[in-house]
């Protein structure tokens, strides 16, 4: 029988500041110097903790914050695409207030409930929960890692929260629970 393995969910530390204000999902956008400085910090918080594999978004900010923390720990982040952040779409890269003023309905229902938008040309909660159903499966299997880590770490964006209380959709045959340690 398989031992637990233990997940150490972590947001990406502070983006670069043009982002701030804006949607930026699948915008890649590093850290602002604030950002390296807290994601260093982490790394030297987390160095004496037994650490197996940091996993991390292809986003520059989750790599660049998983980076640090994986060299505190003589290891290689590994990107996985189903971490990325969820694709705003026709919204990415727009504030929110041009978002409230030029489609004020989909703000409206985005603010409201947010798990009821599908965002024009990009994805909807249902899309970023299948992507996690994914990810818990192949880790839950082993197949992602080809080893099974006791204590694995993941650098993502705003995608691996539901992580911590599954998604509101019917689980496959195929997906089994983890247990996760919030950040």
């Known amino acids: 029988m398989r031992g637990l393995t233990r997940a150490i969910l972590i947001r990406h530390a502070d983006p670069a500041e043009e982002a701030r204000g804006r949607c930026y999902g699948t915008t890649d956008i590093g850290l602002s110097p604030r950002g390296e400085r807290r994601a260093r910090h982490l790394a030297n918080m987390l160095r004496r903790m037994p650490i197996d594999a940091v996993y991390t978004s292809p986003s520059r900010r989750a790599v660049d914050t998983a980076a640090a923390l994986a060299a505190a720990h003589d290891l290689t982040p590994v990107e996985l695409d189903d971490l990325r952040e969820l694709d705003f779409g026709a919204c ?24 009821q938008v599908r965002f024009p040309g990009g994805e909807s909660y249902a899309q970023l929960c299948a992507a996690l159903w994914r990810l818990r499966a192949s880790f839950a299997a082993a197949t992602r890692p080809a080893h099974s880590p006791s204590s694995a770490t993941v650098a993502s964006s705003a995608r691996s929260s539901p992580m911590l209380s599954p998604c509101p959709m019917r689980r496959s045959s195929t997906s089994t629970s983890a247990t996760a340690a919030s950040r």
Not at 94 to 113: G, N, S
């Open 92 to 115: 990415e890269g727009r504030t929110y207030d041009e978002i409230a003023a030029e489609e004020p309905e989909l703000f409206r229902t985005w603010m409201l409930t947010p798990t």
